[in-house]
C-alpha cells in the first residue's frame, strides 16, 4: 500500500478500498502492482521495517495489560492451521489476496510475496521478528525438496543458515524436508504414507489424516533449497 499509493502515486486510497470491497474484479491492474510491490520474506529492509514496526505496536499494546492476578501478557506469533479457517472469513487483502484464500501460515510470508530463496525468507523473519518480545514463541515453517539436503556439503550449507539465521536473532523455526510430488502421491494414494508425518503449525501429524486443504496448504509451500 506504502510504496502504490504514497511513494509511486499510482493509485488512490479510494481505488484501494473499492479493489478490496469488490474482490479485485475489475480492478486487475491494481492487483498486479499490489502484488509486485515490496513484502516481507524477501530480505527487502524496507518492506520487513514495516512489519517490524506494525509487530512492535501490537507487542506494545499488549504488554501494557495485566491478569486479574498481576501476571504479564505475553506475546506469541502463532496460528496453528487456524490461517485456513480465518482465511474464509477475511476479505480481499492489499497484498493480491482474493477472499476467502487462506492466509499466511503464522510468520511465513505472504503467499504473494516474490520467491527469493530460503536466505531471504530466514532474513527477514530475524529482521521483522523482536524475539525479545516472543517468549511465547512462535511458529516458521520452512520446507526443503529432499534432494537438496542429500550431500555433506548440503547438510553443513543447511547448518550455516541456521546459524546465520540465529545470530540475526531468529528465535524459532521447524522444516519440512519432502518434495512437492511425493506429498501429491500421499494424497492419491494415502494407505501408502500412513506413517508420513508432516509439520503442520506448532504441531507435527499424518498427512494422511488432515484435510484435503490443509494438506494442499503444506504443498503450497515453496519448496527451498540451501
Given at each position: 500500500?506504502?510504496?502504490?499509493?504514497?511513494?509511486?502515486?499510482?493509485?488512490?486510497?479510494?481505488?484501494?478500498?473499492?479493489?478490496?470491497?469488490?474482490?479485485?474484479?475489475?480492478?486487475?491492474?491494481?492487483?498486479?502492482?499490489?502484488?509486485?510491490?515490496?513484502?516481507?520474506?524477501?530480505?527487502?529492509?524496507?518492506?520487513?521495517?514495516?512489519?517490524?514496526?506494525?509487530?512492535?505496536?501490537?507487542?506494545?499494546?499488549?504488554?501494557?495489560?495485566?491478569?486479574?492476578?498481576?501476571?504479564?501478557?505475553?506475546?506469541?506469533?502463532?496460528?496453528?492451521?487456524?490461517?485456513?479457517?480465518?482465511?474464509?472469513?477475511?476479505?480481499?487483502?492489499?497484498?493480491?489476496?482474493?477472499?476467502?484464500?487462506?492466509?499466511?501460515?503464522?510468520?511465513?510470508?505472504?503467499?504473494?510475496?516474490?520467491?527469493?530463496?530460503?536466505?531471504?525468507?530466514?532474513?527477514?523473519?530475524?529482521?521483522?521478528?523482536?524475539?525479545?518480545?516472543t517468549t511465547n514463541g512462535v511458529t516458521f515453517n520452512q520446507r526443503f525438496g529432499q534432494s537438496?539436503?542429500?550431500?555433506?556439503?548440503?547438510?553443513?550449507?543447511?547448518?550455516?543458515?541456521?546459524?546465520?539465521?540465529?545470530?540475526?536473532?531468529?528465535?524459532?523455526?521447524?522444516?519440512?524436508?519432502?518434495?512437492?510430488?511425493?506429498?501429491?502421491?500421499?494424497?492419491?494414494?494415502?494407505?501408502?504414507?500412513?506413517?508420513?508425518?508432516?509439520?503442520?503449525?506448532?504441531?507435527?501429524?499424518?498427512?494422511?489424516?488432515?484435510?484435503?486443504?490443509?494438506?494442499?496448504?503444506?504443498?503450497?509451500?515453496?519448496?527451498?533449497?540451501?
Amino acid at each position: 500500500m506504502d510504496t502504490v499509493i504514497f511513494k509511486e502515486h499510482t493509485a488512490e486510497w479510494a481505488d484501494l478500498k473499492d479493489a478490496l470491497k469488490h474482490n479485485w474484479e475489475g480492478h486487475e491492474s491494481l492487483r498486479e502492482k499490489c502484488v509486485n510491490a515490496p513484502k516481507y520474506g524477501c530480505d527487502d529492509k524496507y518492506a520487513d521495517n514495516w512489519c517490524k514496526e506494525v509487530l512492535d505496536c501490537w507487542f506494545g499494546e499488549l504488554e501494557q495489560y495485566k491478569t486479574a492476578h498481576g501476571g504479564h501478557f505475553i506475546g506469541g506469533l502463532i496460528s496453528m492451521d487456524s490461517y485456513i479457517t480465518l482465511g474464509q472469513w477475511t476479505g480481499a487483502t492489499p497484498d493480491g489476496r482474493f477472499a476467502q484464500e487462506h492466509l499466511s501460515d503464522s510468520v511465513a510470508p505472504s503467499r504473494y510475496a516474490q520467491h527469493k530463496g530460503a536466505t531471504a525468507r530466514h532474513m527477514s523473519a530475524a529482521r521483522a521478528i523482536d524475539a525479545y518480545h516472543t517468549t511465547n514463541g512462535v511458529t516458521f515453517n520452512q520446507r526443503f525438496g529432499q534432494s537438496t539436503v542429500n550431500t555433506e556439503r548440503d547438510i553443513q550449507k543447511w547448518a550455516d543458515l541456521v546459524r546465520t539465521y540465529m545470530d540475526a536473532g531468529g528465535q524459532q523455526i521447524q522444516y519440512l524436508v519432502l518434495d512437492s510430488e511425493e506429498l501429491k502421491d500421499a494424497q492419491i494414494h494415502p494407505d501408502d504414507y500412513r506413517d508420513l508425518l508432516v509439520r503442520v503449525g506448532g504441531y507435527s501429524a499424518v498427512f494422511v489424516d488432515l484435510t484435503k486443504e490443509l494438506q494442499d496448504s503444506i504443498i503450497a509451500r515453496e519448496e527451498l533449497s540451501v
